[in-house]
């Protein structure tokens, strides 16, 4: 199986910065593209930033945001630099992965971890 599992999420005045982590677990194959979202109370989830599996190709919704991964890809980072009020949300991340062994015949699959709390608050 496959798990995605976020960390480095918390309390944080405005104007703060956080690094959040996505690790990448299981039997894997080969990990795709890896986005990152995040979901504020009363609002639906959206897309913050996205890299693709060969680091090339990265964006992010706002220069606030920088999104890398490791050279093994199975580590994704969101740094998030001056940090407002309303980036507070659950932040979750979401991977295209290949698994080994008995699901290798399924191909990329999509997974999401279970998400990381992000408040910015004084």
């Known amino acids: 199986q496959v798990q995605l599992v976020e960390s480095g999420g918390g309390l944080v005045q405005p104007g703060g910065s956080l690094r959040l982590s996505c690790a990448v677990s299981g039997s894997i194959f080969s990990i795709g593209e890896v986005g990152w979202y995040r979901q504020a109370p009363g609002k639906e989830r959206e897309l913050v930033a996205l890299i693709g599996k060969d680091s090339k190709t990265n964006r992010a919704v706002t220069g606030r945001f920088t999104i890398s991964r490791d050279n093994a890809g199975n580590t994704v980072v969101l740094q998030i630099d001056s940090l407002k009020p309303e980036d507070t949300a659950v932040y979750f991340c979401?991977?295209?992965?290949?698994?080994?062994?008995?699901?290798?015949?399924?191909?990329?699959?999509?997974?999401w971890g279970r998400g990381t709390q992000v408040t910015v608050s004084s």
């Open positions: 979401n991977a295209d992965v290949h698994q080994s062994g008995t699901y290798f015949y399924k191909g990329f699959q999509n997974f």
